[in-house]
């Protein structure tokens, strides 16, 4: 089954301690990217990677590193988390114009 | 100004009706726009794309792009119980890399 598999599902952290959300995908897309979605904000886009080569900002970086090593896997980094990082994030896939979604992963930074 | 937005709702409408969304974009979102369905506690999906001025109909789904007036709205023909989500309007540009979404309209169908 093709699909976009998010982990973890739900994450509860400390102010500082860093994390990573992982991203998996077996569509052999060349695109990925992060969203993230706060009421009333929508989905805002984190980072974007057209390919293994190619990783450029979306409209929200501050405070978020991305790693693009292999096709299938872009990981979301927090070094540093902060409680107005606490958000449900999306990772997603992209086959011409149409973004496959994954589960999402709800965080929350105390 | 946001660069997509829309009306949070919620928007009630009575089972078999006409649902109708709207969405308004800037001068920075580009022509191309889609509306994906999201329901409560699951991920969007993509229900319909836009890029020209006119109407697309797909079912009981009609989307409506008026680049004038800079407005997309989605018709939803016989709603029903199921139809109940919120629905997000977005413009891509880049060639698809970069996607601007508005905040999602909810809808409640009402049997």
Redesign the interface.
């Known amino acids: 089954e093709a699909q976009v598999t998010q982990n973890p599902r739900y994450l509860i952290t400390v102010t500082g301690k860093k994390l990573t959300v992982t991203c998996s995908q077996n569509m052999n897309h060349e695109?990925m990217s992060w969203?993230r979605q706060d009421p009333?904000?929508?989905?805002?886009?984190i980072y974007?990677s057209?390919n293994v080569e190619v990783t450029?900002k979306?409209?929200v970086p501050e405070g978020y590193k991305v790693s693009r090593k292999e096709k299938r896997n872009f990981p979301l980094i927090l070094e540093s988390p902060s409680p107005n990082q606490t958000s449900l994030y999306?990772c997603a896939t992209?086959y011409?114009?149409?973004?496959f979604?994954?589960?999402?992963t709800q965080l929350s930074v105390l | 100004q946001k660069e997509v937005e829309q009306n949070s709702g919620p928007l009630s409408v009575p089972e078999g009706a006409i649902a109708s969304l709207n969405c308004t974009y800037s001068d920075r979102v580009s022509q191309s726009f889609f509306w994906y369905r999201q329901y409560s506690g699951k991920s969007p999906e993509l229900i319909m794309s836009i890029y020209s001025n006119g109407d697309k109909e797909d079912g009981r789904f009609t989307a409506q792009l008026n680049k004038a007036s800079q407005y997309v709205s989605l018709l939803i023909r016989d709603s029903q119980p199921s139809d109940s989500a919120t629905y997000l309007c977005a413009g891509g540009l880049y060639n698809f890399n970069k996607f601007y979404f508005g905040s999602g309209t909810k809808l409640n169908v009402k049997p």
């Open positions: 695109y969203y009333g904000l929508g989905l805002r886009q974007y057209m450029d979306g409209d999306f992209r011409n114009e149409k973004l979604f994954g589960s999402g």
